[in-house]
Nanobody, 121 residues
Framework: QVQLVESGGGLVQPGGSLRLYCAVS???????????MGWYRQVPGNEREFVAS??????VVYADSVKGRFTISRDAVNNVYLQMNSLNPEDTAVYYC?????????????WGSGTLVTVSS
């Protein structure tokens, strides 16, 4: 089994930046079996939407709404980061870390519990 724990959310003014962090733990074999890791976000009342993902091989995909503003990265032990710049109120959501075979197509085996990002003046 794999556990994902997000951190780094908070309140930021429009135009500001935040860096989210997803810590991965669990059995080594399960962690090594993960191909793709990334982020989704959800506003209450809306469907959870894809934000960004990065495969073990380094292939990166971004949602159109965050391209050029968000950057995903992944370290050697599969912890995942999301650098968010030029934030606007539409980015306000709970951000969830996800891990599995192919995040963008919802082939997801593990979810974190989420971290709240609020963009407001």
């Amino acid at each position: 089994q794999v556990q994902l724990v997000e951190s780094g959310g908070g309140l930021v003014q429009p135009g500001g930046s935040l860096r989210l962090y997803c810590a991965v733990s669990g059995s080594i074999s399960s962690i090594l079996s993960i191909n793709d890791m990334g982020w989704y976000r959800q506003v209450p009342g809306n469907e959870r939407e894809f934000v960004a993902s990065m495969t073990r091989g380094g292939r990166v995909v971004y949602a159109d709404s965050v391209k050029g503003r968000f950057t995903i990265s992944r370290d050697a032990v599969n912890n995942v980061y999301l650098q968010m710049n030029s934030l606007n109120p539409e980015d306000t959501a709970v951000y969830y870390c996800a891990a599995g075979f192919l995040i963008r197509t919802r082939q997801i085996d593990y979810w974190g519990s989420g971290t709240l990002v609020t963009v407001s003046s």
